[in-house]
């Protein structure tokens, strides 16, 4: 059997706490996926990082600016994110009075959001589990992808090489 | 685990859902108490400072983040008073009574740091 390629995970959310509970809460959950978790403050501090491993997925908080007033919102860091690897999955986390932000993330690319509820972290485990599934079932895809396209390949070159024989050395297969 | 605010009415923190979600790992419940203990004075200073000097924004800022190390440590009791300082700190109006509030939320919050520096003992 193949080894699973780790999934990088970013969390990217202004307060420690609940960044830790989270990333507790992820691991335990995860047991079986190998998951590295790297976590920010900022989408700022997040940037040179993001450039260098190209996570696959993103947990992005929307209010970013409780200690760091000149933050940027999770809305523009979610473009930066978009612009930089569309390919990247973000779950978009919103407090519960903020349904337009939800949707607003939605039209600006997210995967999901979760409302920052009393069952946020089973929500965002319950998101990320599909988005890892999402992410392996295209990964085989394209592996069977590649393996048919090589195989067609294989068949081609073997009946080029019969048409080959049969016309210039017809003696060889009489 | 101890200290249910569910199970005793007399405390405001409900570590079940921590150690639930933890899935009762001591070293892990260990390091979210330890840090709550860390970060949640801090912002309170944070929250009185913006209060006496009526910071709006800062105030929302603060009651915003605050919300969320609440609800880690299951304090119930604080949300609707974080909830209602965030919400008069948006129209920038009402700073009595956002005043009573930051009152209430200091009473509160004195009170889990004091039920979570003796349940930090069990871990």
């Known amino acids: ?174 | 685990m101890t200290g249910e605010a569910e199970t005793n009415p007399d405390k405001v923190c409900n570590l079940g859902y921590l150690a639930e979600m933890m899935g009762h790992k001591a070293h892990l419940i260990k390091g979210i108490l330890d840090t709550f203990l860390t970060q949640v004075p801090e912002e309170l200073r944070c929250i009185n400072e913006a209060v006496e000097k009526s910071e709006y924004d800062v105030i929302r800022r603060y009651a915003h983040t605050m919300k969320s190390s609440v609800s880690i440590l299951g304090i119930a009791a604080l949300a609707p008073i974080l909830k209602e300082m965030e919400s008069l700190s948006v129209k920038e109006e009402k700073m009595d009574e956002i005043r009573g509030l930051c009152q209430k939320l200091n009473v509160l919050c004195e009170q889990a740091i004091a039920e979570i520096e003796i349940e930090k003992q069990n871990y």
């Open chain 1, 1 to 174: 059997m193949s080894k699973k390629k780790e999934t990088n995970i970013f969390i990217i959310e202004d307060n420690k706490l609940f960044t830790l509970a989270l990333k507790a809460d992820i691991e335990a959950t995860f047991t079986k996926t190998p998951i590295r978790i790297h976590s920010f403050e900022t989408g700022e501090a997040s940037m040179d990082l993001f450039k260098e491993v190209k996570p696959e997925i993103v947990i992005l908080d929307y209010h970013l600016n409780s200690k760091h007033p000149d933050a940027a919102d999770g809305i523009k860091i979610l473009d930066w994110i978009k612009n930089e690897d569309e390919e990247t999955n973000v779950i978009m986390l919103t407090s519960d009075d903020n349904i337009d932000v939800a949707v607003k993330s939605l039209h600006h690319g997210a995967a999901d959001y979760v409302v920052k509820s009393e069952t946020k972290f089973k929500k965002i485990n319950y998101s990320l589990r599909n988005l890892i599934k999402m992410r392996e079932a295209r990964s085989e895809a394209k592996l069977y992808k590649r393996l048919a396209i090589g195989m067609f390949l294989c068949i081609a070159v073997l009946a080029c090489g019969i048409i080959v024989v049969q016309i210039f050395m017809p003696a060889l297969i009489r």
